[in-house]
């Protein structure tokens, strides 16, 4: 009788890849979900008084709870015909230039800012970069880091590059559990590192963004849980576990000062995945 010929068996799936797969998964909750949960009252900012109004990006004031407060997010959209219109959630320099226009409001008035971010990257068209795509997200580096207001960051899915870190300096940056925060994302590191976008699992495990890495490195202050199967299974208890989040880490930065706020935040981020290592 001739012997079964063994069937390989298949590599498990790295713990950050599958995190990532859940991360991109369609149905998973956008940025503009959360806002219209848990914020009322909305009244849409749009352009950046300089070329033009990014459709992909989402900027307006609303209420929190009783608070009057600014909110800021990357649109995605659901089908076909409005991610073309949204560039699959990536803005281009108008983008950051009406969400610093709207912070800068915000600020005059003494309102708090909100952001949420789903976003791989900005976009990378040659007209981007023509326009300043690289200075619109250095200068909001530069003004996010000492707005005299509360700033909160919830990032829901992929937090990309620059892109991402354009919204996201902030008193506290919070992360689902099953989002990804990075520098690049998994294809684009294995395109450089190997030559060979198709070791996206390898890259992913290699660049340490999911929450409790990025968590214990210092880059996020908190790490909100998600329902069993991912904030796409249960959308109403991911809403109100983002919003119990967001209740209790804007009380704790209502209760400071705005010289407190500025020395906190800057000591932040100037200490942020600081290590040491011996040769």
Not at 91 to 105: D, S
Not at 108 to 118: A, E, G, I, M, Y
Not at 155 to 160: A, D, N, P
Request: hydrophobic fraction near 40%; charge should be negative; proline fraction near 5%.
């Amino acid at each position: 009788m001739a012997e079964t010929e063994a069937k390989p068996v298949a590599a498990p799936v790295p713990e950050a890849w599958r995190k990532t797969e859940v991360a991109r998964d369609p149905q998973r909750l956008h940025p503009m979900n959360f806002i219209d949960a848990i914020f009322t009252d909305q009244s849409e900012i749009h352009g950046d008084r300089s070329f033009g109004d990014d459709a992909a990006m989402f900027a307006g004031m609303a209420r929190f709870n009783d608070d009057e407060v600014l909110v800021i997010c990357n649109r995605k959209g659901r089908n076909v015909k409005e991610r073309m219109q949204y560039r699959f959630g990536s803005p281009e320099p108008e983008g950051y230039r009406k969400a610093l226009r709207a912070m800068k409001i915000a600020e005059k008035f003494n309102r708090p800012v909100f952001s949420f971010l789903d976003l791989a990257g900005a976009y990378p068209g040659l007209g981007a970069e023509e326009r300043g795509q690289g200075e619109a997200i250095a200068r909001n580096l530069i003004e996010m880091s000492r707005l005299r207001v509360p700033t909160i960051t919830v990032i829901t899915g992929e937090g990309g590059s620059g892109g991402a870190l354009a919204l996201a300096v902030a008193d506290r940056v919070l992360m689902l559990e099953n989002a990804i925060y990075s520098v690049i994302s998994p294809e684009g590191c294995a395109s450089i590192m190997w030559k060979d976008a198709t070791k996206r699992q390898q890259a992913a495990e290699a660049l340490k963004y999911t929450a409790p890495d990025v968590s214990r490195l210092g880059c996020v202050d908190g790490v909100i849980p998600e329902p069993a199967g991912g904030a796409q299974a249960n959308q109403d208890e991911a809403i109100a576990l983002v919003r119990a989040a967001l209740e209790k880490n804007y009380a704790e930065l209502r209760s400071q000062s705005v010289e407190e706020l500025l020395a906190a935040r800057y000591n932040k981020f100037r200490n942020i995945a600081a290590f040491y290592a011996t040769a």
